[in-house]
């Protein structure tokens, strides 16, 4: 079983923005553009109800869809299409519970956090932890790390915590985007 990429994309009317990517694969930055050009026109295309395993070239591509944002993974042509199918939906689960009801802003501004948490379910493209618990405590161990290494005081530290993990609001990101867009 080995993921070769797993790329987030967030589809607003026709226009499609990539939110995350991680390759477990060495390709040049020409051909990762290339793929995830491709990959986006393939996936966007599909319509809801048709399946979500598509072939292109030498891989499988699976995805996801989970409100705006389409999860997509890429393959190996023998690999569990099911499998990879049930880490996306792991992946996600393990954002829900950490950030509390995920949503498009909180990967956005806190992406860092969303990489972590996908490399302590994924490693080189191999399923490295399947238990939600262990995954859970490595990331409350992540994040009081980060905690004692950027805090000054206990009140700094108190509202940097509670910051992080209050869920964003969706409304307010698509206001924020809808302004940057007018204004390019």
Not at 28 to 56: G, H, W
Not at 114 to 123: F, G, H, M, Q, V
Request: with cysteine; hydrophobic share 40%; net charge neutral.
């Amino acid at each position: 079983m080995a993921i070769h990429y797993l790329i987030l994309l967030s589809r607003q009317g026709k226009v499609s923005r990539q939110r995350l990517a991680k390759w477990f694969s060495t390709l040049s930055p020409k051909d990762k553009a290339k793929i995830v050009k491709d990959v986006s026109q393939l996936v966007l295309a599909r319509r809801t109800r048709m399946c979500n395993f598509l072939e292109y070239k030498d891989t499988k591509i699976v995805y996801r869809r989970y409100a705006s944002l389409f999860f997509i993974a890429g393959c190996s042509s023998d690999d569990n299409e099911l499998i990879t199918l049930e880490i996306i939906h792991r992946y996600v689960e393990q954002m829900d519970k950490d950030f509390g009801n995920v949503c498009e802003l909180d990967i956005i501004f806190s992406f860092t956090k969303a990489y972590y948490i996908l490399d302590e379910i994924l490693l080189a493209g191999e399923l490295q932890e399947t238990s939600k618990k262990n995954i859970l405590r490595c990331i409350g161990q992540q994040d009081s790390l980060e905690d004692m290494e950027f805090c000054d005081s206990p009140a700094t530290c108190t509202q940097t915590t509670q910051h992080r993990r209050k869920p964003a609001d969706a409304n307010l990101f698509h206001k924020v985007e809808d302004e940057v867009t007018k204004i390019m």
